[in-house]
């Protein structure tokens, strides 16, 4: 029978003007919307409102050229195309006769029964729609995480320089006290040498700690429409909701893909009727006609079975798909975990090395000890700070990347 298709196509959401980060709403979603474009719509972002992570994300998706917004409404437009294709097609026809003439003429072409190939070729632009859709929102997600990956390496780069700043200040003080105990002759002269070559290496890291922050800085406020130099802060992150992870998505929508192509190559194989002709001499020239795209031959059968493998195929990759990313779930929270766990046990250290500086001083000060014991100490207590920052920065990191795999660092609303 003929088949009148079912003309709803799945659009990916627009909303209204997007809403600022303090009323952040989930756009509504249609009740014959696709499951996909309906999980993307509502996706909210684990990003906390106002923080300086929601302003970088603000910031960087404001100046996205929006290349995946543009493929979109191409597939938009394709699909609206192909949710028309089960209405009568009229296309010109020019012949010449025996006689010399031109004889001009419509012809008309109807498709009564094609084993459904016109919904599998809807089904294939919706799945289109929604595969342009996913691709939106992971490249929403993956600028979003550039940016906040170069706000950290800004962060990190001047929390750095404040510990270098500040070490150099109390190594100065050392390089003094030593510098006049040479000169009472109490002290020998390598010992000066050594502090002070101390100093240079603390100068080297300051000047590499301030040029990382300085690069970071250049390239996210060139990837952002605001200026976002004076963002400071960290753990600007709220509670991972209960989500699907946008791969998952990308493997469901892919499958979708090959089970229509499938079923337009099944239906190619297998005999149709469609009604035809010239609309000439009141239609007498219209027949009823059938056939098959591709004919009949001893490979025929076993290309049908090769399609429906390709159906075993497509569901397997989203099995596939799932178990990978939950793998990768489990193993970001365990990560993530490790590094809370490192970062406050070099925070404890951390106190226990100002204790024995603390201590090494007060002794020093009553005589039991010299300048280059409260030195060593106090490169002791340097590392551990270093070794507290690294671990604090890395923490931050890995719960971007665990947010930039479930694809939850970008509102679908805003997207």
């Known amino acids: 029978m003929q088949d009148l298709g079912d003309g709803a196509v799945s659009r990916f959401l627009t909303t209204e003007p997007a809403a600022t980060s303090e009323t952040r709403v989930a756009a509504p979603v249609p009740s014959d919307a696709s499951p996909v474009i309906s999980a993307l719509s509502s996706r909210s972002s684990v990003l906390t409102a106002g923080s300086p992570y929601d302003q970088v ?76 859709a996913v691709a939106l929102s992971e490249s929403s997600n993956d600028r979003v995480y550039d940016g906040l990956v170069l706000y950290l390496q800004a962060e990190e780069g001047r929390a750095a320089a404040d510990l270098y700043a500040q070490a150099l200040k109390d190594m100065g003080h050392f390089e003094w006290v030593m510098d006049e105990r040479v000169k009472g002759g109490v002290s020998d002269f390598s010992d000066l040498n050594v502090i002070r070559q101390k100093i240079a290496d603390l100068r080297s890291r300051d000047s590499a700690a301030r040029e990382k922050t300085t690069r970071a800085l250049g390239e996210l406020n060139a990837m952002s429409a605001t200026s976002l130099s004076d963002l400071r802060g960290l753990r600007s992150m709220g509670t991972t909701p209960e989500t699907m992870s946008l791969s998952v998505l990308r493997a469901m929508v892919e499958r979708d893909q090959q089970l229509a192509q499938a ?118 207590f340097l590392r551990a700070l270093e070794k507290e920052l690294d671990l604090k920065f890395r923490a931050a990191r890995a719960e971007l990347d665990a947010a930039k795999r479930l694809g939850i660092l970008a509102d679908g609303a805003r997207i």
Not at 100 to 128: C, H, I, Y
Not at 286 to 311: C, F, H, P, R, W
């Open 57 to 132: 994300a603000a910031g960087v998706l404001a100046a996205d050229a929006r290349v995946a917004e543009a493929e979109l409404h191409v597939a938009k437009l394709r699909a609206e195309a192909a949710s028309k294709n089960w209405l009568p097609t009229l296309s010109p026809r020019i012949s010449l006769t025996s006689l010399g003439d031109f004889v001009a003429d419509l012809v008309v072409n109807q498709v009564l029964f094609d084993n459904g190939r016109k919904k599998a070729e809807r089904d294939l632009a919706k799945a289109d729609v929604e595969l342009a």
């Open 263 to 380: 079923r337009i190559a099944r239906a190619q194989h297998l005999p149709g009727l469609s009604v035809g002709g010239s609309i000439r001499n009141d239609g007498e020239n219209i027949a009823v006609t059938g056939g098959s795209d591709v004919g009949l031959g001893l490979g025929t059968m076993a290309s049908l079975d090769a399609i429906e493998a390709t159906k075993v195929t497509a569901d397997r990759k989203v099995t596939e798909a799932r178990d990978i990313a939950q793998r990768a779930i489990e193993a970001d929270q365990r990560e993530i975990a490790a590094l809370n766990r490192q970062a406050e046990e070099a925070a404890a250290l951390t106190r226990q090395a100002k204790q024995n500086l603390d201590l090494f001083q007060r002794q020093y000060e009553g005589g039991a000890r010299q300048v280059m014991d409260v030195v060593g100490v106090y490169e002791t």
